[in-house]
């Protein structure tokens, strides 16, 4: 990054350009303060569209139907393995 002051960036504008588009970061300053960034431009990307897959995605009929089973899973499970499932427990990580 090279820090230039207003007045010697009047002086050298075309070289600052020129040093700007080969992909330096050139910050103008005042008084040592500095005021602006110059960095090449880059073209604005078109925006994102969606819809691309619409009528190409379905979904079963039940998709969303409630599924018993799963959620007695989810409830009743412990989160934590008990001891007859071969699991070594180190003394912080006992849950009991």
């Not at 207003?6 to 504008?13: D, E, G």
């Not at 008084?31 to 897959?53: D, E, H, T, W, Y």
């Not at 379905?58 to 071969?86: K, N």
Request: net charge neutral.
């Amino acid at each position: 990054m090279k820090v230039i002051n207003i007045q010697a960036a009047k002086t050298h504008l075309s070289r600052i350009v020129e040093e700007a588009a080969a992909g330096e970061e050139i910050v103008l300053a005042k008084a040592g303060k500095p005021l602006v960034r110059i960095v090449p431009f880059s073209p604005v990307r078109a925006a994102r569209k969606g819809g691309q897959l619409k009528g190409k995605i379905t979904e079963a009929p039940d998709a969303w139907a409630p599924d018993d089973a799963l959620t007695a899973a989810m409830i009743q499970t412990s989160i934590y393995p008990t001891r007859d499932e071969g699991t070594t427990f180190l003394a912080a990580e006992d849950p009991q």
